[in-house]
């Protein structure tokens, strides 16, 4: 059972903007930053926000992360097809003394 | 480009171990930890621990204490993750990843994944 908890599914129609939460404590998400990790069906996960809310290079900048206190969110704005992935949040857990993922989430594109 | 590929699939009988590789290019190997992960089907991901490929040093989740053992071996480049004593609920695939310059835990690049399945 994952420290990180995530909604299990999001949905919007193309163009729209969707959001990712992504619920902690403060011994992860509370003190240490935050990654989201892109995960197309078959395909091994991508890293598509590091640091709270910093993009990699060549990821669109649709891709938004935030953080307040011990919640993050990642936001898709302008909705497209392609988006239709599972996302997961991650952190260090100082607690734990290792590395926790989400539960996921499966976004849907209408 | 940086590279991660790892071994071919596997099928153990419970109680076996199971040695997955994964050989990295493209990037200097002992610079950059790597780190293992495992998604069981229809699951979510679950870290398993770092390795450092440059002295040794590993650091394993609490939960395969005991039975993970992650090596490398620099002159090839490659990182190894052997899981022992396998029990059905270990049928996953397993990832290598590399982190992010200069972070702890942001993965960059990751194997394409290795499917182990436990099975009498």
């Known amino acids: 059972q994952s420290v990180l908890t995530q909604p299990p599914s999001a949905s919007g129609t193309p163009g729209q903007r969707v959001t990712v939460s992504c619920s902690g404590s403060?011994?992860?998400?509370?003190?240490?930053?935050v990654n989201w990790y892109q995960q197309l069906p078959g395909t091994a996960p991508k890293l598509l926000i590091y640091?709270?809310?910093q993009r990699p290079s060549g990821v669109p900048d649709r891709f938004s992360g935030s953080k307040s206190g011990t919640s993050a969110s990642l936001a898709i704005s302008g909705l497209q097809s392609e988006d239709e992935a599972d996302y997961y949040c991650?952190?260090?857990?100082?607690?734990?003394?290792?590395?926790?993922f989400g539960t996921g989430t499966k976004v849907t594109v209408l | 480009q940086v590279q991660l590929v790892q071994s071919g699939a596997e099928v153990k009988k419970p109680g076996a171990s199971v040695k997955v590789s994964c050989k990295a290019s493209?990037?200097?190997?002992?610079?950059?930890?790597m780190h293992w992960v495992r998604q069981a089907p229809g699951q979510g991901l679950e870290w398993m621990g770092w390795?450092?490929?440059?002295?040794?040093?590993?650091k394993y989740a609490q939960k395969f204490q005991g039975r993970v053992t992650m090596t490398r071996d620099t002159s090839i480049n490659t990182g190894y993750m052997e899981l022992s004593r396998l029990i059905s609920d270990d049928t996953a695939v397993y990832y290598c990843?590399?982190?992010?310059?200069?972070?702890?835990?942001?993965?960059?690049?990751w194997g394409q994944g290795t499917l182990v399945t436990v099975s009498s």
């Open positions: 990843a590399k982190v992010r310059h200069g972070s702890c835990c942001s993965f960059d690049s």
């Open positions: 493209g990037y200097t190997f002992s610079d950059y930890y």
């Open positions: 390795m450092n490929p440059k002295n040794g040093d590993r």
């Open positions: 403060s011994s992860n998400i509370g003190r240490k930053t």
């Open positions: 640091s709270d809310n």
């Open positions: 991650a952190a260090w857990d100082d607690s734990l003394n290792g590395y926790v």
